[in-house]
T-cell receptor, first 115, second 112 residues
Framework: GAGVSQSPRYKVAKRGQDVALRCDPI?????LFWYQQALGQGPEFLTY????????KSGLPSDRFFAERPEGSVSTLKIQRTQQEDSAVYLC?????????????FGPGTRLTVL | QQQVKQSPQSLIVQKGGISIINCAYE??????FPWYQQFPGKGPALLIA?????SEKKEGRFTISFNKSAKQFSLHIMDSQPGDSATYFC???????????FGAGTILRVKS
């Protein structure tokens, strides 16, 4: 496909369950970002990959959050022992070059609801 | 400090009117200020961005104005249309350019 895709689009989890969210960036894009967007708020930075290297994970809220991009393409955001406060839309974005200078192409997001 | 303060929170404009959204920022990694547009159920999409070696950038009906001394920039939408109804986010770069910090968003409604 031409754009960034994310799966699943919707995820309902019981508190304490582990979840894995997938992001397929645009082919060849060097940079990949994960964001968390709470209802009525702007996207909040979680982590940044340049190819397979995770250069910044300062936005991950706790050690329950883990992201990887092992081959420099597809990325997975994993949340362990989900809590109600983890309910949000998780957005993935990719960019052709390194850093943030330039257009970040966003996926449609995964809406996570923790019951 | 990594803050981007956006105002207003919501805005209603008549069709054909001018929509103005403002952002203020703290010290950034470098001068690059994008505006993103988001429709319900979609991810944000880049609308217009400025690397301000100039104080203004215009693309069609959309203009970014930049005031470096005041650390402020704004989005002007001329001849606003109902199709412009969306949420708009400003952003600024931090952390050596590895991170965009977004404002809280402005919900724009253009009445026909």
């Amino acid at each position: 496909g031409a754009g960034v895709s994310q799966s699943p689009r919707y995820k309902v989890a019981k508190r304490g369950q582990d979840v894995a969210l997938r992001c397929d960036p645009i082919s060849g894009h060097v940079s990949l970002f994960w964001y968390q967007q709470a209802l009525g708020q702007g996207p909040e930075f979680l982590t940044y990959f340049q190819n397979e290297a995770q250069l910044d994970k300062s936005g991950l809220p706790s050690d329950r959050f883990f992201a990887e991009r092992p081959e420099g393409s597809v990325s997975t955001l994993k949340i362990q022992r989900t809590q109600q406060e983890d309910s949000a839309v998780y957005l993935c974005a990719s960019l052709r070059t390194s850093g943030v200078l330039g257009e970040q192409f966003f996926g449609p997001g995964t809406r996570l609801t923790v019951l | 400090q990594q803050q981007v303060k956006q105002s207003p929170q919501s805005l209603i404009v008549q069709k054909g009117g001018i929509s103005i959204i403002n952002c203020a920022y703290e010290n950034t990694a470098f001068d690059y200020f994008p505006w993103y547009q988001q429709f319900p159920g979609k991810g944000p999409a880049l609308l217009i961005a400025i690397r301000p070696d100039v104080s203004e950038k215009k693309e069609g009906r959309f203009t970014i104005s930049f005031n470096k001394s005041a650390k402020q920039f704004s989005l002007h939408i001329m001849d606003s249309q109902p199709g412009d109804s969306a949420t708009y986010f400003c952003a600024a770069p931090y952390e050596y350019g590895n991170k965009l910090v977004f404002g809280a968003g402005t919900i724009l409604r253009v009445k026909s």
